[in-house]
């Protein structure tokens, strides 16, 4: 093993995309970074047919392992990984994520500059034809761009994109999976990061392509999602600070509003606008249903459909 380059252990939580795994493993096969540096652990998260003959045909080009659980979300199956993992990093993407060929050295050079910080991505809408996959990376984008000018409020990376310390992910306890699997555990666990007095740096060189192909329907369903993961993830972060949860300003969404209009034509920029404005509302929705279904239902926050992967 090279001693000199840090060895990570890439974590790919997977459920029910065989063709995307294959495409996001053979980009991991041409990295430009050591082979005897990195390790790729594949969790099958209960899919309905192995992904074994897929990772079989891996073996000859890079250490790549398979571990299997029953169905309880890529969360849960992020912190199994680690747990196996026998690298000083991890680095997290998904199953329908290809990275760029020096995703890993952008990673290893952040973080031997100081190795007790997170590191964040840029992550790529790579369908850029389906107009519910591109609003849904622009979103993300702008909450990037919001939290990171305002220093007030926390940074957050998504978990498709980011690497940190084995150990000190294994010692800030992982992901929280009993309320958040699959919808805010990314956003908690940057909140539990930061509230520790750790640091955060984003690296804009550690690039992945996104691939989720979103319709009407499962671009409205990963929204409300989100809303019923922020609602706990808002009640998590008063029980640990004891603030009361609080709703953006209105510049807030003003400026979301108006992003579009700064990336796209003027006929690009309404439809992303329109659509920014149906993701909120299914944001709210999903927070008040969560809101109402503790209050009155006292059921399980999470339901069988939100433990597959996202």
């Given amino acids: 093993m090279n001693q000199a380059v840090p060895f990570f252990s890439v974590v790919i939580p997977t459920y029910n995309r065989s063709e995307q795994l294959k495409d996001c493993l053979n980009s991991i096969a041409e990295l430009n970074y050591p082979r005897d540096c990195f390790e790729v652990i594949v969790v099958d998260d209960g899919s309905s047919a192995s992904p074994e003959p897929l990772i079989e045909r891996f073996t000859e080009h890079m250490e790549i392992k398979l571990?299997?659980?029953?169905?309880?979300?890529?969360?849960?199956?992020?912190?199994?990984?680690?747990?196996?993992a026998k690298g000083d990093f991890l680095a997290f993407t998904d199953d329908d994520c290809i990275v760029?060929?020096?995703w890993l050295k952008a990673f290893s050079d952040n973080l031997s500059k100081k190795d007790d910080t997170l590191v964040g991505g840029l992550t790529i809408n790579a369908l850029p034809e389906n107009a519910f996959s591109t609003t849904s990376q622009l979103l993300v984008s702008y909450l990037y761009r919001y939290y990171e000018n305002n220093s007030i409020m926390s940074r957050f990376f998504t978990s498709n994109n980011m690497a940190i310390s084995t150990n000190m992910f294994i010692r800030m306890g992982g992901f929280e999976v009993t309320r958040l699997r699959a919808t805010a555990e990314d956003r908690e666990?940057?909140?539990?990061?930061?509230?520790?007095g750790h640091e955060m740096t984003y690296a804009p060189k550690a690039v992945v392509y996104h691939a989720h192909n979103l319709t009407l329907r499962t671009f409205c369903y990963q929204h409300f999602n989100y809303g019923r993961g922020a609602f706990y993830y808002h009640n998590c972060r008063a029980r640990s600070s004891g603030e009361q949860i609080k709703v953006e300003p209105f510049s807030f969404y003003l400026n979301m509003m108006r992003c579009p209009f700064s990336q796209f034509d003027y006929r690009r920029a309404f439809s992303a606008a329109a659509l920014l404005t149906i993701s909120q509302a299914a944001n709210a929705s999903g927070f008040f249903w969560e809101k109402i279904r503790q209050r009155f239902f006292r059921s399980s926050p999470v339901s069988e459909n939100d433990k597959s992967s996202s």
């Fill in 189 to 196: 666990f940057c909140y539990r990061w930061l509230h520790h």
């Fill in 67 to 84: 571990l299997a659980q029953n169905n309880a979300g890529p969360a849960a199956a992020r912190n199994t990984a680690a747990q196996e």
């Fill in 100 to 102: 760029s060929p020096d």
